[in-house]
Structure formats: structure tokens, C-alpha cells
């Protein structure tokens, strides 16, 4: 996500990577237990930005609930992944409630004893999450809290009305919209390339793989390691990305967040993005967003932010009682209700999405398949190749994807046998 901006309520935000934890906890009482008295908890995560404040509003209740004071301490996301690794190595907390968007991760740190357990603390039967993910040895070491969908491409609804375009009903449908509206005026390119450091041009490249036959099977397939990533279903979504980019129907790539301007702009009227969008700041109605899937698709990837505790933590028993209200329906429908969250909690009652599209999507994550996010829960040394290779292809489509992907296939095993998948 983006860098945190210093506007943080009424909360001290910590900075830097490492350094563990800075407070201690409040009374809190929960079926994870009883704390003793302390000051603070302090938790991080990856949410600057209207997110940071959506998710203040539910730090807020949590505190109400449990009595404990609670700091949040924004990072992005590779300072998570890099500073926790570190702190943990050397038997420090880096907070005393860690926000893992990585699986992979969680099963590597419950592997080397870093984690707390939480299986007491949610019921899996009760959300729409798979707990599996975040195992290891028959126990669970992690609480999924906000569930993001990646459903497929977004499109501003006037912009289809306004030059007579419709949703595509197949592949040979979608390619005709990318042909109309390359034509309109004003128009860059259709599809938008957002990026980071290689995501989120990770989560169209997996649309497209879902999108082959039997897709839902294939991602859960690479996760697991039972499938080659030289799957020929894997080659052909890679040609058919291919192809688009040698068409010109993508659009230069620029910073995910940026690119959001373009995409409210009419710039780049497609953009294959996630359940958090009609939040982004930069779209000013969301009421007038639509999205479809890939045609082809019939499963949609989604992908949870975990909360985990760790064991260096000088206040375990309260943080995991802060979780455990974190993630109760009560906890996530406060921020369902302010929009931009899909709940991973299923006793969320659909009346608290007040944007219609959102309701929308919580619907349809219960018709289609879910599948986990590949490069998360398979995690590194796929994950960082996977993303360098798709900048490099955004930036040189002319270069054979088969060589591409077999590049990848070794890094992909790897990473499942070093505790990645499923």
C-alpha cells in the first residue's frame, strides 16, 4: 500500500522496521483468555490512507469492547515481511498483533515457533476463509480479518453507457471491448497496468490463469505443488497476455495507487483490480462502478489479512483476546458498513454493505469458487521472481514466454517444499 501520510488521530504512530514491541496491553477478557493490566497493545499493518482510518474506526470498537489501549503502527508491506522475519530471528515482537498478508509466511513462522496459536480464538466453521493456509502441525497461528476479492475488471458504468458498450459473455466478446475502447477518444489504453514492485501485475496474470479450463482446480494445483507451472493452461495465459500487451491494450505501468486517477479519468477504463476499490480515494462514486469477470473465469481469488501474534510478545493472552474481537462479525461489520471491505467473518449481515456493488460481491463470493492468491501463499523465492519476471514481460512482451515460465517452475516447487501451499 502507500507510505503512511502522519495523520493518525489520536494515536502515537511508531516507525521503522524492527525494534519490537513498544507497549504492553489493557485488561481484556475473551474466550482467548484474561490479560493482566498494562498500557497498550500495539498492532501493525499495512493500511495507510482512508483504509488507515476505516480501520482506526474498528480499533476504536475493539478498544471499547476488550478495555485495552491500542496503538496502530502502519508499514508497507515489504517492511512487514522484511522486519518481522528479523525481530523474530533475534526473539523480538515486532508489535504485539502482526497484519501477515502472506500464508506462506504464517506456516513458516508457526514452523520455527514464532507464532502464538489461534485456534481458540475463531471458529473456521463460521467464516468464509480456509484455515488450512494458516496451519502447521494440526494447529492454527493465525485469525483472518478483512477478505480481499480480486473478481476481475472494473469499469466506470457511464463510461460503458455513454459509448454503448455492454459487459463481454466470452473471450472473443472481451477482445471486441478492448477494440472499441481503444477507439473512444481520450483513452490511453483500456487496461490499466498498476504496479508496485511486480503487484498487482501478479493479480491480472492470475486472472488470466483461472480463467483457463478447469482454473479454479489449476491455481489450488500450483498452490499444492501437484501442478507444473509449465501446465500448458499456465503457457496459454501467458500468450494471451502476451498478445494483449503486443496489441497496445495496456497501459503504461505506473504505481497502483496512481493509476486509479487514470482509471476515474476514463484514461484506462479497465482495471483489474480488488474488492477494496470503491473505497480508493480517487473514485469519487462508487455507485457508478461496475466490474465482470475474465471471461472464462469461475473462480475469483481472495485473499485475507491475517492477524497473528507473536509469541515475544510481552502481552499474548491480550492480544489474542484484541483478535478474537477484531475478527467477530461485530468487530469486521464496522468497517463493512464504511465500505471498501469484504468480510472473511460470514455472520456479517449482507445490510452492512452499504455500497450496492459491495453487497454485490460478498453474493458472489458465495456462488463462484474461491481459490487462495498464488505468489502470497506460496511466498519467496517464487513470489519475487514471479513479480520481476511480469515487470520485465510489461516492459519487453516481445520475449518468449515459454522460456518465461519454465524459469519459474523450479522457483515454484521450491517454494512450496519450503512450506509454502496448502
Known amino acids: 500500500m502507500t507510505e503512511p501520510n502522519g495523520q493518525f488521530d489520536r494515536r502515537t504512530v511508531l516507525r521503522g522496521m524492527g525494534g519490537g514491541a513498544v507497549g504492553l496491553a489493557g485488561v481484556g477478557i475473551g474466550v482467548a483468555g484474561s490479560a493482566a493490566a498494562q498500557e497498550a497493545l500495539t498492532v501493525t499493518g499495512v493500511w495507510t490512507g482512508g483504509e488507515e482510518e476505516d480501520f482506526l474506526a474498528v480499533v476504536d470498537y475493539v478498544e471499547d469492547q476488550t478495555g485495552i489501549d491500542i496503538t496502530y503502527q502502519p508499514r508497507d508491506t515489504e517492511a512487514i515481511l522484511t522486519g518481522t522475519l528479523m525481530d523474530y530471528e533475534a526473539g523480538v515482537a515486532t508489535a504485539d498483533i502482526v497484519v501477515m498478508p502472506s500464508p506462506a509466511r504464517i506456516q513458516s513462522d508457526a514452523e520455527r515457533g514464532h507464532l502464538a ?40 458504468q457511464s463510461f460503458f453507457e455513454d459509448n454503448g458498450l455492454e459487459e463481454p459473455e466470452d473471450y472473443d466478446e472481451f477482445l471486441d471491448l ?90 484506462t477504463p479497465l482495471y483489474f ?98 481459490v487462495p492468491d498464488l505468489d502470497d501463499t506460496v511466498g519467496d523465492p517464487f513470489q519475487s521472481e514471479f513479480w520481476a519476471s511480469l515487470t520485465g514481460l510489461w516492459a519487453r512482451p516481445d520475449q518468449d514466454v515459454t522460456s518465461l515460465v519454465d524459469s519459474l517452475a523450479d522457483l515454484l516447487q521450491e517454494s512450496v517444499a519450503d512450506g509454502g501451499g496448502l
Open 117 to 156: 496459536a489461534m485456534g481458540d480464538v475463531w471458529d473456521p466453521d463460521e467464516f468464509a476463509t480456509d484455515a488450512d493456509q494458516v496451519s502447521a502441525d494440526g494447529e492454527i497461528y493465525a485469525a483472518p480479518f478483512k477478505m480481499d476479492l480480486k473478481p476481475g475488471f472494473w469499469y466506470r
Open 273 to 370: 483490480m480488488g474488492s477494496w476499490t470503491p473505497a480508493f480515494e480517487a473514485i469519487q462514486d462508487p455507485d457508478d462502478l461496475g466490474y465482470f469477470m475474465i471471461p472464462g473465469a469461475e473462480a475469483m481469488v481472495a485473499a485475507e489479512n491475517w492477524f497473528t501474534v507473536p509469541q515475544y510478545s510481552e502481552n499474548v493472552e491480550a492480544a489474542r483476546t484484541a483478535v478474537e474481537t477484531f475478527v467477530s462479525a461485530e468487530g469486521q461489520q464496522v468497517w463493512a458498513e464504511r465500505g471498501g471491505f469484504i468480510a472473511s467473518n460470514a455472520q456479517v449481515p449482507d445490510e452492512a454493505y452499504d455500497v450496492e456493488i459491495m453487497g454485490d460481491l460478498a453474493d458472489r463470493a458465495d456462488e463462484v469458487d474461491l
Open 178 to 267: 478492448l477494440e472499441e475502447i481503444d477507439g473512444v477518444s481520450g483513452v490511453e489504453a483500456p487496461i490499466a497496468s498498476g504496479n508496485g514492485d511486480g503487484w498487482p501485475l501478479s493479480d491480472v496474470t492470475e486472472g488470466f490463469i483461472i480463467r483457463q479450463e478447469n482454473g479454479g482446480q489449476l491455481q489450488r494445483g500450483l498452490v499444492d505443488g501437484d501442478t507444473q507451472f509449465t501446465d500448458e493452461r499456465v503457457v496459454a495465459a501467458f500468450e494471451e497476455i502476451q498478445d494483449l500487451l503486443q496489441a497496445g491494450y495496456f497501459s503504461e505501468v505506473r504505481d497502483f495507487g496512481v493509476q486509479y486517477e487514470f482509471f476515474w479519468e476514463n484514461e
